[in-house]
């Protein structure tokens, strides 16, 4: 089972913009979908992004669509969530998965590997 490791989280006000890595250990994200999610308190952990293990076709959510990049380097196997024009309901604790999965891509329990998540706080 591969592990994950979540870092580049912090505090940006609105506009601003960070890149979130996950670095991958125990496997290679060559042969994985990997993912990001969030979530914040008393909320479900929602999809936020994802890249195909083939072909590097990506997928959003509608509420990060033109502002949020998924990308893989499979040589520094490391998967990154560029961050860009964040707004305060961006704020959530942000998750790397990975999954051998086919469909339903976007849903949180076809993951079984995560990470322990980074803090994203965008104040107003």
């Known amino acids: 089972q591969v592990q994950l490791v979540e870092s580049g989280g912090g505090l940006v006000q609105a506009g601003g913009s960070l890149r979130l890595s996950c670095a991958a250990s125990?496997?290679?994200?060559?042969?994985?979908?990997m993912a990001w999610f969030r979530q914040t308190p008393g909320k479900e952990r929602d999809f936020v992004a994802r890249?195909?293990?083939?072909?590097?076709?990506?997928y959003y959510a509608d509420s990060v669509k033109g502002r949020f990049t998924i990308s893989r380097d499979n040589a520094k196997n490391t998967v990154y969530l560029q961050m860009n024009s964040l707004k305060p309901e961006d704020t959530a604790v942000y998750y790397c998965?990975?999954?051998?999965?086919?469909?339903?891509?976007?849903?949180?329990?076809?993951?079984?590997?995560w990470g322990q998540g980074t803090q994203v706080t965008v104040s107003s």
């Open positions: 998965a990975a999954t051998n999965g086919v469909v339903f891509l976007t849903v949180q329990s076809v993951y079984n590997s």
């Open positions: 890249v195909l293990w083939a072909g590097d076709s990506t």
């Open positions: 125990g496997g290679t994200i060559s042969r994985y979908t």
